[in-house]
C-alpha cells in the first residue's frame, strides 16, 4: 500500500531534521509521499523536492500560526504556491512577529525565575523562524526542565503563564491566504486546537479538510473527527508532525495515511 506523511518539519522551522535527513527518514519509513509543513516557512520546499528527486512525491505545503479567542490554531496548506507574492510578504511579517515573540516570552520565564535571553533562543533556531520549541530546547540546555515536554505543560503552552499569542492572523485569515496561493487549507490537529465549535465557522471561510489522523488522536479522537469531515464534506489528512529528535518519539511516518486520501486532495485540487 502506498502511504503519505503529510505534517513534517525541517530545520527551517523548528524542525532539527535537515531536508537531506527528512527525505532519508521518510525513505527508510517507506513512504511514497511527504509534505513538508514548516510553520510560518516555505523556505525548505526547493530543497527538499530536490533532495527527493524521483524517490518520493513531495507536496508543498505549510502551516500557518493563527488566533482566536486566545487559542492558537493552526492551518495547514497543501499545493500551494510558495512564490505567491501576498504569502510571501505574510510570511515576512510573520517572522519578525514570531521575533517579538521570543522577546516577551524570554520576560515571562524571567518573572517565573527562569533566566533564558533571546540570543540563546536564536543560537538554536538559526536560519529557521523561531518558535515555542526553540524555547524549550533553550530551557532544556541549560538545564531549566527536564525535558521538552515539561515547557509546554508548564511554561509555554497555550494558556500557560509564559504564553504569547499575538499572532497576525485569524484562521480566517490563514484560511483566506492559503486559498489565494492556490492551496487546499486543512485544520491541524483539532483535538489539541480543542475549538471544534469553530469548525462550522471555519468551513464557512473556505476549509476544506481536517487532520484527523495525529499521533495524539486516540482512535475514538479519530473516529469523532471523521464524523466531522463527513458531516461538512471535508477532506481527511493525516501526519506524524515529526519534528526529528527535539521529539525523539515521534518518527517520520508514525502516524500515516493511504495514498487514496492524497489523491483525493489531488481531485480537489484539480476542480477548482
Request: net charge negative; aromatic share 8%.
Amino acid at each position: 500500500m502506498k502511504l503519505a506523511d503529510l505534517h513534517l518539519h525541517t530545520n527551517f522551522s523548528d524542525g532539527t531534521f535537515s531536508p537531506a535527513e527528512l527525505v532519508e527518514e521518510a525513505k527508510k519509513a517507506g513512504l511514497f509521499c511527504i509534505s513538508v509543513t514548516d510553520h510560518d516557512s516555505v523556505a525548505a520546499i526547493d530543497e527538499v523536492k530536490k533532495e527527493a528527486a524521483d524517490s518520493l512525491e513531495v507536496i508543498e505545503g505549510i502551516e500557518l500560526s493563527a488566533e482566536i479567542i486566545s487559542n492558537e490554531v493552526h492551518i495547514l496548506g497543501y499545493f500551494i504556491n510558495p512564490n505567491y507574492p501576498r504569502l510571501q510578504t505574510e510570511l515576512k511579517k510573520i517572522y519578525e512577529i514570531r521575533r517579538q515573540r521570543v522577546y516577551d516570552m524570554c520576560e515571562k520565564l524571567k518573572k517565573l525565575n527562569i533566566d533564558l535571553e533571546p540570543q540563546e533562543v536564536f543560537d538554536i533556531s538559526g536560519k529557521a523562524t523561531a518558535s515555542r520549541l526553540h524555547i524549550a530546547m533553550a530551557m532544556l540546555a541549560k538545564g531549566k526542565i527536564t525535558n521538552i515536554y515539561e515547557a509546554f505543560s508548564r511554561y509555554i503552552g497555550n494558556k500557560k503563564p509564559a504564553y504569547v499569542g499575538k499572532f497576525s492572523l485569524n484562521p480566517m485569515d490563514a484560511i483566506k491566504l492559503i486559498k489565494e496561493a492556490g492551496g487546499i487549507p486543512v485544520l491541524a490537529h483539532p483535538y489539541a486546537t480543542k475549538c471544534d465549535e469553530l469548525i462550522p465557522s471555519f468551513v464557512k471561510a473556505g476549509l476544506r479538510g481536517l487532520e484527523a489522523y495525529y499521533p495524539e488522536h486516540s482512535e475514538i479522537v479519530t473516529n469523532h473527527y471523521l464524523r466531522i469531515a463527513d458531516k461538512y464534506g471535508l477532506l481527511v489528512t493525516g501526519g506524524s508532525d515529526c519534528h526529528g529528535t527535539a521529539k525523539p518519539d515521534v518518527g517520520v511516518g508514525k502516524v500515516s495515511i493511504p495514498y487514496e486520501l492524497v489523491e483525493k486532495l489531488k481531485e480537489e485540487k484539480r476542480g477548482r
